[in-house]
């Protein structure tokens, strides 16, 4: 019921992830920004795991072959209905023949777009997210193309009416300098005093190495304690022998350019990791963009939980509004 007349740079089926596979070396994929996916699926009545587009920096044009109801959240790409502007953060109907499209990107990097029943394409690993690396799950294992048909399916709870919109005070909004709250270790006795000092004291800059797999900073070179390297760890300082990673774990090879790794990356390898996003921000990394500026905030583990909680609350606050409505 929806085709693509134009692909955009990188829109890609996700729900909230292939979950509890790391065993086997599976990362769970999944929306990048998993508030805005919760949030689009309760703007349309959806279920909070249906499948929708996640669309990166330049949108599609879509066009849907019948009535039905839609959201937009995220970032700010702003969004048109046959050439008209219409609002984020809102349940909004279209009719047989819209078409959707999108200006150039304003804020954050990617826009989730959620459909009334959700994007129906196959479970892999009970999930419908697209894991490009190695082509499973979404539409085809790929990123959209020029003339691909999706149809939507039944993960639809209830109808919620057109123009329910959600409260200006809690949408998120994003600039150009990131604040991202971190959980210090699994590695960091591997960094000198000063490198810890350094890595939380500094602006990082977000290179051109930003995706689904992990963004890479650029700013100050980091210094390893020096030892004699334990058998089955490499050479380099920043080798340890080989850890579990989970999502976002921050790694710094051979000391140079932090990475923190996201939903698409590795599970598991030999570098050291100095430091862990907390969850809640995942979602908040998920709308940086190139050239943008990070500074990590390093949080103990209660607080970390504490704002969590928080952020399962305003969730939990979105839901009763829209419920009363």
Same mark, same amino acid.
């Given at each position: 019921?929806?085709?693509?007349?134009?692909?955009?740079?990188?829109?890609?089926? %996700?729900?909230?992830?292939?979950?509890?596979? =790391?065993?086997?070396?599976?990362?769970?994929?999944?929306?990048?920004? %998993?508030?805005?996916?919760?949030?689009?699926?309760?703007?349309?009545?959806?279920?909070?795991?249906?499948?929708?587009?996640?669309?990166?920096?330049?949108?599609?044009?879509? +066009?849907?072959?019948?009535?039905?109801?839609?959201?937009?959240?995220?970032?700010?790409?702003?969004?048109?209905?046959?050439?008209?502007?219409?609002?984020?953060?809102?349940?909004?109907?279209?009719?047989?023949?819209?078409?959707?499209?999108?200006?150039?990107?304003?804020?954050?990097?990617?826009? =989730?777009?959620?459909?009334?029943?959700? +994007?129906?394409?196959?479970?892999?690993?009970?999930?419908?997210?697209?894991?490009?690396? +190695?082509?499973?799950?979404?539409?085809?294992?790929?990123?959209?193309?020029?003339?691909?048909?999706?149809?939507?399916?039944?993960?639809?709870?209830?109808?919620?009416?057109?123009?329910?919109?959600?409260?200006?005070?809690?949408?998120?909004?994003?600039?150009?300098?990131?604040?991202?709250?971190?959980?210090?270790?699994?590695?960091?006795?591997?960094?000198?005093?000063?490198?810890?000092?350094?890595?939380?004291?500094?602006?990082?800059?977000?290179?051109?190495?930003?995706?689904?797999?992990? =963004?890479?900073?650029?700013?100050?070179?980091? %210094? $390893?304690?020096?030892?004699?390297?334990? $058998?089955?760890?490499?050479?380099?300082?920043?080798?340890?022998?080989?850890?579990? =990673?989970?999502?976002?774990?921050? %790694?710094?090879?051979?000391?140079?350019?932090?990475?923190?790794?996201?939903?698409?990356?590795?599970?598991?390898?030999?570098?050291?990791?100095?430091?862990?996003?907390?969850?809640?921000?995942?979602?908040?990394?998920?709308?940086?963009?190139?050239?943008?500026?990070?500074?990590?905030?390093?949080?103990?583990?209660?607080?970390?939980?504490?704002?969590?909680?928080?952020?399962?609350?305003?969730?939990?606050?979105?839901?009763?509004?829209?419920?009363?409505?």
């Amino acid at each position: 019921m929806i085709k693509v007349l134009k692909p955009g740079l990188q829109t890609t089926v %996700q729900d909230q992830g292939r979950l509890g596979l =790391y065993e086997i070396g599976m990362p769970p994929s999944g929306a990048m920004d %998993q508030f805005a996916l919760r949030v689009g699926n309760m703007i349309v009545g959806n279920h909070p795991n249906a499948a929708v587009l996640e669309i990166t920096y330049i949108g599609p044009e879509l +066009i849907f072959e019948k009535d039905t109801q839609i959201s937009l959240t995220g970032g700010l790409i702003p969004p048109k209905i046959n050439g008209v502007p219409v609002p984020m953060w809102e349940t909004l109907a279209v009719k047989a023949g819209d078409v959707l499209s999108f200006d150039f990107v304003k804020s954050g990097a990617r826009i =989730y777009l959620a459909v009334e029943g959700g +994007i129906d394409v196959p479970l892999v690993m009970n999930s419908r997210s697209t894991y490009t690396l +190695i082509g499973i799950g979404g539409f085809e294992g790929r990123a959209l193309a020029e003339g691909d048909v999706l149809a939507t399916g039944d993960l639809h709870e209830r109808k919620v009416a057109a123009g329910t919109r959600i409260e200006e005070s809690l949408i998120p909004t994003f600039g150009r300098s990131h604040e991202i709250r971190v959980i210090v270790g699994l590695c960091s006795y591997r960094l000198t005093e000063e490198s810890k000092r350094i890595f939380l004291e500094t602006e990082w800059t977000v290179t051109p190495e930003a995706n689904r797999i992990g =963004y890479r900073h650029k700013g100050q070179r980091l %210094q $390893f304690v020096e030892r004699e390297q334990p $058998f089955g760890a490499g050479s380099n300082p920043s080798n340890v022998t080989d850890l579990g =990673y989970p999502i976002g774990s921050i %790694q710094v090879p051979d000391g140079v350019e932090p990475i923190v790794l996201l939903h698409d990356a590795v599970t598991g390898g030999g570098y050291a990791t100095v430091a862990t996003v907390i969850s809640t921000d995942l979602n908040r990394m998920g709308q940086i963009k190139t050239n943008e500026k990070v500074k990590f905030v390093s949080v103990g583990l209660e607080e970390a939980l504490q704002i969590r909680k928080e952020n399962q609350l305003v969730l939990n606050k979105i839901a009763e509004n829209i419920a009363s409505r």
